[in-house]
């Protein structure tokens, strides 16, 4: 059997192509070390939370990509994003940075984006968590 990636995006050509910058799915080989994120909101550390859903999204996406490196994985080494938007016209802003996030990665991870009817505080209108995996290094 030929050498397969540890991990590979799965865009089939028998359906419709993904709507923007993420694939239908992802193959992960056995023997993976995973990472799993909580939800991540879009507030800083001195707790200020941003207006606007781009760049709550934007910290959203850098307290992954933190969680991730914590445990000496990169952002590519993600396989799957799941996000929530309390209004359809958070949809933008979050599409914007996901995509900006997704940017030069040599595989795009799968992703959900829902539209719930908020969070614990109001001022919250995006979420983030992310799935990773990586096969480790002989």
Not at 45 to 71: G, S, V
Not at 91 to 110: E, N, Q, V
Request: neutral net charge; contains cysteine.
């Amino acid at each position: 059997m030929p050498d397969r990636p540890a991990l590979r995006a799965l865009v089939p050509s028998t359906i419709r192509p993904p709507f923007a910058a993420y694939a239908h799915g992802t193959h992960v080989l056995a023997g993976a070390e995973w990472v799993f994120t909580s939800g991540q909101l879009g507030i800083t550390t001195d707790d200020t939370i941003p207006e606007d859903a781009r760049a709550q999204a934007d910290l959203c996406f850098a307290a992954c990509e933190a969680i991730l490196a914590e445990a000496g994985f990169a952002k590519g080494d993600t396989v799957r994003i799941n996000a929530f938007v309390t209004n359809r016209a958070h949809m933008a802003g979050y599409m914007a940075a996901r995509d900006a996030w997704c940017a030069g990665l040599p595989r795009l991870p799968a992703s959900t984006l829902v539209i719930v009817a908020g969070f614990t505080r109001p001022e919250f209108k995006v979420e983030v968590e992310v799935t990773a995996a990586r096969v480790p290094r002989a």
